[in-house]
């Protein structure tokens, strides 16, 4: 007879007298070897364990999620502490900054313009990283001094590890040519050569032969979709093709950073959403670091693996999406977040409840930790779902009843980065549905009043309409 236990095909191994083997320790700290040391029973460590185990798995899932890439171990730039002033004295605006004051103050008493104000942030490798504020905000300044095209004042940028600050005129020069390409509002094409010429351009700049420049431009104007018009001029192009050449020049050097400031800016919405499109799509196989700037809210959460939003020289909120529009922390940044559709932002992770599965195999048992109402989840010995029982069946179960007469397929699964808009379409109220991971793996399930819950804008103001007595 097959009966349900609590799945632990992927648990760590335990050892019940109150000690964990050595390569679980990290998952546990301090309050897990306390609980083990309180809680004598089996089974209930046993489950302490599946659950630290299974959050630790679902953090993995997010972060990855989160990063984009599957190796997104390391940040490609640091930047720490980051300071900028446009004028002739920064040494005074500099402190005045460090004691406090703010850009409006430095101004005034010292007419130095403040352009970057101790900034600090970390771009993971692979990621698209958007930079995003008001016009002023400091967002080129930002850009620029990565490879220094604008000197900083103060601070730290590595690029791998790599100091660029302070490092010699030659390396800079190198890391400019090799390490860094960028992508401008206005294309910054050369008018009177053709669209293979304006591709290559960099890779000349770079001393690189004709013939190899030739066959790279080629390569990756096709990878632009963009081969048919090696041979015109950039004016026989539309602005979005334009941009798409602007692209390609950048994507020619084979630079692992590039720097798009305000790319899609001066497109017309419908073509920008394409672009939009067209980046994610590309990046999916180029996994480029891409430090992208917008002005647009909307931009930085469609593109943004994560987001760092700028107001007078300083980082007012970083973060992924989905954790700025959920908290963020700051008026300024609220503003932006209000009419932001979230349902379309946040993902079925978002709103997942880590719950236990029964596993069709194993000892009955511990069907007694299977809720009593509502339905569960069985998995597989793959860890995929088998089907769910119903509550009421819980006490079959208990009495040895064979689980798979027990099992039915009355429910929805959804992968982990769905989106809620499209859970609520397949949300019906007797089916549960559950979130699974890339490999089909169990990861919890979602409530339909946590997804509500997280579709409400906060800021709301309380409903007028509700009706009042009289
Ligand atoms: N060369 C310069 N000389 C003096 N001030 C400058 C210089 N470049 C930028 N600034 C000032 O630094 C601040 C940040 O400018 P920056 O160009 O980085 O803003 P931005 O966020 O890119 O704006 P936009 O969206 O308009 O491009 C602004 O106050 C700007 O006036
Ligand atoms: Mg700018």
Not at 271 to 286: G, K, P
Not at 403 to 408: P, S
């Amino acid at each position: 007879m097959t009966r349900a236990r609590i799945s632990s095909r992927r648990c760590p191994k335990t050892n019940y007298d109150g000690t964990a083997q050595p390569r679980m320790l990290p998952f546990l700290g301090y309050t897990g070897k306390l609980l083990l040391r309180r809680d004598g029973r089996r089974s209930s460590v046993r489950a302490f364990y599946w659950l630290e185990w299974r959050h630790a798995a679902l953090a993995k899932t997010l972060r990855k999620a989160c990063r984009g890439t599957e190796n997104d171990v390391t940040d490609r730039i640091a930047i720490r502490n980051l300071y900028k002033i446009f004028g002739n004295a920064p040494d005074r605006a500099l402190d005045l900054l460090k004691s406090g004051e703010t850009k409006e103050t430095v101004l005034a008493r010292t007419g130095q313009v403040v352009g970057l104000c101790d900034v600090s942030i970390s771009v993971p490798v692979g990621s698209i990283y958007m930079i995003m504020g008001l016009s002023g905000s400091g967002k080129s300044t930002l850009a620029r001094c990565i490879n220094r095209l604008i000197e900083p004042d103060a601070g730290t940028i590595t690029i791998d590890g790599e100091p660029v600050t302070g490092t010699s005129e030659a390396r800079l020069r190198e890391i400019r040519r090799t390490r860094v390409s960028m992508v401008f509002q206005h294309f910054a094409l050369l008018p009177n050569r053709t669209v293979i010429e304006n591709a290559e351009f960099g890779l000349k700049l770079r001393g690189v032969g004709a013939g190899e420049r030739r066959r790279k431009a080629l390569e990756v104007l096709d990878v632009v979709g963009l081969s048919a018009w090696a041979n015109h001029l950039p004016k026989a192009l539309s602005g979005g093709m334009r941009q798409r050449v602007g692209l390609a020049r950048a994507l020619a050097t084979e630079a692992d950073v590039l720097i798009m400031d305000e790319a899609f800016s001066a497109l017309d919405p419908l073509i920008r959403s394409e672009m939009q499109d067209e980046l994610l799509r590309l990046q999916r196989t180029l996994k480029k670091t891409i430090l992208f700037i917008t002005h647009d809210f909307q931009e930085a959460l469609k593109l943004g693996s994560r987001v760092a939003i700028m107001a007078d020289g300083m980082v007012m909120r970083e973060g992924t999406p989905q954790e700025i529009v959920l908290d963020p922390r700051h008026p300024y940044v609220a503003a932006f977040t209000r009419d932001i559709d979230r349902a379309r932002l946040f993902d079925a992770a978002s709103v997942m409840e880590p719950c236990q599965p029964l596993a069709l195999n194993g000892c009955h048992e511990t069907a007694d930790m299977a809720g009593q109402s509502g339905t569960t989840f069985v998995v597989d010995e793959r860890h995929r779902i088998a089907g769910v029982i119903d509550g009421t069946r819980i006490g079959d179960l208990r009495r040895g009843m064979d689980v798979r007469k027990l099992l039915t397929q009355d429910y929805e699964a959804v992968r982990h980065t769905a989106r809620l808009a499209d859970i609520a379409g397949i949300y019906r109220a007797d089916r549960p549905i559950a979130v699974v991971d890339d490999d089909g793996q169990f990861l919890g399930r979602v409530d339909p009043v946590r997804i509500l819950g997280r579709i409400a804008t906060p800021a709301a103001a309380p409903a007028q309409s509700r009706m009042t007595g009289g």
